[in-house]
Each structure stands twice: as C-alpha cells, then as structure tokens.
C-alpha cells in the first residue's frame, strides 16, 4: 500500500462506522537419537587374591626323634563381599512422534491453512475515515513464512489467505466468512468482525475463531467454544472498569445513566448495574440506543434523542459500555456539558481522535476511560515478539518498510502479530490431530504464559480471553488523545 496525506482528513457522518477506527490501529541440550542418557560404563570387578604366606627368616631346629610338626593348611584369606555396581541409567525414551494427518478442513499432513479476515483499510478512507495504511498481505505472508523457515507447525507449513472487508452491516462480513470457509477452505480464521458476525465461522461452520477482541459469554456459547481473543472479555473489560471507577471514587455523587448501543451490548449493562447499586451509586437509568444501521442521519437522530433524554432525567455523568464516539459527537451536537465515563478498548488506542472526528478538546476534556490495558507505542516497539514479527517482515519487503514513528502502524503491526502468535501456539498445542475439538482442548490447556506485548495472558476453560488488565486512561489535548494514567489493574474472570 502506498502513504496517504494525513493532512487532507476528511470527516464525514458515517460515525457508525467508527467503531473500527480503534480495532484496527491499537487491532513465537537434546537427548541422544537413541535415548540413551551418557552414562559411564560400570567398572569391571577386581579379582581377588589371597597374599602369600610370609616366608620365615629362619627354619626352627628339629628335636631329635620326633617327627615335624606339620603346619595346619592355611585357611584362605576371607575375600570381602562385593559391593553390587550403581544400576545404570535407565535410558530415556525417545518422544513419542506426532503423526501428521489429514484430519479435518484446511488441515493436511503437510499443510495448515489459516484465514484473516482484517478491515480493509483503504475502503475507510474512501467513507473519509483516514487510518495509517499498513501491507497487511505482506505483513501476514511474512511471518507465515518466517514460521515456516523455522520447520513451520511440528513440520506442517502455514498458508495464511488474507480477505479484507468494511466493517458496515452484515453482507461484507458474511462475503469473507464464505470466502475463507468455504472457497478458501481454512481451518482457523484470526479476525476482526464486529459485532456477533464471528459468529459466521463458529456457530454457522464449526470453526475456531482467533480474534483480536469480540469474545463475550453469549458469543461463546453460541460457538460452542470455538470463539477466542486476545483482548480480554468484553464483559470482564466493562466490570473491571466499573470496579475501578467504583473505587476510585469517579461515579460519587453523580446521577449515572447508563448507554449501550446494539443489543448484545446489554450484556455489559446486566453486568454493572449490580455493581452500581451495591455501591450506592445513584443510576437514573439504562439508556438502549440500537444497532447502528447505515443511514448515517438515522443513527445520528437516535443518538441525539437519547441524549435529550438523559439530559432530561437530570444524567450528569453517561457510562457508556459501547462504541466510544457516537456519544460524544452526540453531547457535541446538543452542546450538552456531561462527563462520560468510557469502557471500550477503542479509547486505548487512537491517537488522533480530536483530528479524525472533528470532535473538541471542550467535550473530550470532560471524557475518561477505565478499559483494556494496551501498551504504548514504545512500550510494544521495546518487546521481543513484536520486534520479531517486525523483523520478519522489514527482511523480506524492507523495499516498504513500515513507518515505526506512525502509532497506528505500530499498533497494527502488534495487534495481528499477537493474534497470529497465540493461533500458532494454540496449533502447536494441537498436535498432529488437528480437530476443532483439540483445537478447544490445546487452548484451554495453555495456562499463563506470554504473548507480544501481553505478559501474563490466560487461555483456561474458565477464560478464553488471553488478557486480564484494565488501565486509567485521560483526555490530554496536546497530544489528542487518552493517555495512560498510573499502573494496569488486575481484573477478576466474570466468566
């Protein structure tokens, strides 16, 4: 892909579609060939020989007329008992080899094929929403064959087919769904789909799903298991956050109301309205906006009118468990002066939001977020897994390097090296057999371990979310955009 004009943004109303500004830019001593451990050989057992009797110096003088005495026989000399040899070693076993089979869908004995379904960046900028271009064809080619230049999947090679889509309504996202499951014919997918539209690979075709971020309980019981992310839980990012505002103090004295836009959203407020009220926190009310659709006018129109309706039932502080930017731009239209508490991990990634939606330092100012904890730009760049991936791909299209100055880029390149790293090892875990059902069994067999810029990420069968902390971000104007405050916070599993 070529550079674009980061100057020449121009914002139009698509702001339902906004939701994927954030998921994409801030969205790896041997024993013997026989088994044998060195061991050295036992010592063969010295032969024991009684010493000869000392000769006398001198002959004692026989006494005449009698006979000699004649010396008894010499007992032998008592040999001392044998101390029985250290047993060898047993020798180690050689490993039990992994069979390669054909064993299911986009999987051979030679061969493994994954799909990446990632938002076309190039079509956003066409709706006027201009993200940093980033190769991600190139990108994914690279690591699968830096992977398979180190012996691949226990021998297998990796083949990853890359469908780009735009993230509005359902139809682009079901085209790529057709497109890798049944053209493509993959195994796994590593995906970006918003909303329940991952479904398409897990409920619809029995397939895993790798995503970047999407996993909630509802979404996970309707894919039998199969669904996973690398950012944690949606549900457990929202009460993370709320216990924190809790704790914090944020929500004291304040009249809440709480907003949620598509329908499986209210997941996330069924979960925290407990918790505000255990907490004596006031909450005016849950305010259900609705999936947005693609008449840009319409969803600005409901946005507006729920607005006017918090302000109206006397709201001065909206929790908003959603897409980060419809509420605002909404307090902006309406010139509303309300502080809104945010939950999404989107408001932890972009770094021109003023600039990209024309919003104003005024309303953002009046903005935080308490959600998903992601490392910073130089904080990812300072990583080994992603300086690795980084290097994969700078060795075989260093003609187009990537911009490392440009946080989007970095985000990007850190996002899809995270989600292809813990799919990998998840297929490394797998084995020989691969299976949708060893898929499952391989990832909830994880435990804790490390993913690029992620330390301490968790795949059990309590949690299919590999992350598990939440971080304060503000509102900074000179910098347009949230910024990390203090330390990440440990989150419980909400299931």
Request: with cysteine; proline share 7%.
């Amino acid at each position: 892909m070529t550079g674009m004009n980061r100057g020449s943004r121009k914002v139009k109303r698509w702001w339902w579609l906004l939701v994927a500004l954030a998921l994409v830019a801030a969205a790896c001593g041997g024993n013997d060939d026989d088994g044998a451990a060195d061991t050295a050989e036992p010592a063969a057992a010295e032969e024991q020989t009684a010493a000869p009797a000392e000769a006398p110096s001198e002959a004692p003088a026989e006494e005449p007329g009698e006979a000699p005495l004649e010396a008894p026989a010499e007992e032998p000399a008592e040999q001392p008992a044998e101390e029985p040899d250290e047993a060898p070693a047993e020798p180690t076993p050689d490993p039990t080899p992994i069979v390669l089979s054909a064993s299911y869908q986009g999987v051979t004995e030679s061969e493994i094929a994954i799909g990446a379904a990632v938002i076309d960046l190039d079509q956003l900028v066409s709706f006027g929403i201009d993200l940093s271009p980033f190769p991600l064809e190139n990108y994914y080619s690279a690591l699968a064959d830096d992977l398979n230049e180190r012996g691949g999947i226990h021998g297998r090679n990796v083949v990853v087919h890359v469908s780009l889509f735009l993230p509005i309504g359902a139809a682009d996202s079901e085209r790529v769904c057709t497109e890798l499951m049944e053209d493509k014919r993959v195994f796994v997918v590593i995906g970006q789909f918003l909303e329940d539209y991952a479904l398409c690979i897990t409920e619809l075709h029995g397939h895993p799903y790798v995503g970047h971020f999407g996993e909630n309980a509802e979404r996970q019981a309707r894919s039998n298991g199969l669904f996973f992310a690398t950012e944690m839980n949606q549900t457990r990012m929202r009460v993370g956050g709320v216990v924190e505002m809790i704790r914090a103090g944020d929500l004291d004295g304040h009249n809440v109301g709480i907003y949620y836009e598509a329908p499986p959203d209210k997941e996330y407020a069924d979960a925290v309205e407990p918790l505000l009220e255990e907490a004596s926190i006031n909450v005016v009310g849950v305010y259900p906006r609705g999936a947005p659709t693609n008449d840009t006018v319409a969803n600005e129109q409901a946005t507006d009118s729920i607005a006017q309706r918090m302000r109206a039932d006397g709201v001065d502080l909206i929790l908003n468990l959603s897409n980060v930017h419809g509420i605002i731009q909404g307090a902006q239209r309406l010139g509303w002066d309300v502080r809104i508490a945010l939950t999404n991990g989107q408001a932890a990634d972009r770094s021109t939001i003023s600039e990209d939606l024309s919003l104003g330092d005024e309303v953002l100012s009046r903005t935080f977020a308490v959600t998903a904890d992601k490392p910073g730009p130089e904080e990812s760049l300072a990583d080994p897994g992603v300086q690795k991936c980084i290097a994969a791909y700078q060795e075989r299209f260093g003609g187009e390097p990537l911009d490392l100055t440009d946080t989007e880029v970095v985000g990007s390149a850190t996002n899809h090296c995270r989600a292809f790293v813990l799919t990998v090892r998840i297929l490394e875990a797998a084995g020989g057999n691969i299976t949708p059902e060893t898929f499952v069994a391989a990832a909830e067999g994880l435990g804790t371990f490390d993913l690029p810029a992620m330390a301490g990420a968790t795949i059990s069968p309590e949690q299919h979310s590999a992350g598990s902390q939440v971080r304060r971000y503000e509102y900074f104007p000179e910098e347009n955009s949230w910024l990390p405050v203090g330390e990440p916070i440990q989150t419980e599993n909400v299931g």
